[in-house]
Nanobody, 118 residues
Framework: EVQLVESGGGLVQPGGSLRLSCAAS????????MSWVRQAPGKGPEWVSD????????YYADSVKGRFTISRDNAKDTLYLQMNNLGPEDTAVYYC???????????WGQGTQVTVSS
């Protein structure tokens, strides 16, 4: 069974940091691109970041560029999102997704809630 399980979300104060993880199983992780997508309350999904299968190409939405870093450990079948200088606008449920083509996501995790508030 193909599965993605996110973790690492929580409540953080503005300016703080969090590191999200996404554990993959049931498929050859190192053979696929991966993405992070978020959904804020009352809004549609927003693409956040992509990483290619080898981990050497990364892409970011303008809203997070310079603050977020996507990475992966293919030996551990795990995707990461380091989030720094968080603001209230980053409050959302964060999902990892398998994505071999831009804007195409064929497998999703259950999501992890990130809340930025003082």
């Amino acid at each position: 069974e193909v599965q993605l399980v996110e973790s690492g979300g929580g409540l953080v104060q503005p300016g703080g940091s969090l590191r999200l993880s996404c554990a993959a199983s049931g498929f050859t992780f190192r053979g696929h691109g991966m993405s992070w997508v978020r959904q804020a309350p009352g809004k549609g999904p927003e693409w956040v970041s992509d990483i290619n299968s080898g981990g050497d190409n990364t892409y970011y939405a303008d809203s997070v560029k310079g603050r977020f870093t996507i990475s992966r450990d293919n030996a551990k079948d795990t995707l990461y999102l380091q989030m720094n200088n968080l603001g209230p606008e980053d409050t959302a449920v964060y999902y990892c997704a398998r994505s071999d083509y831009p804007d195409e996501f064929d497998t999703w995790g259950q999501g992890t809630q990130v809340t930025v508030s003082s």
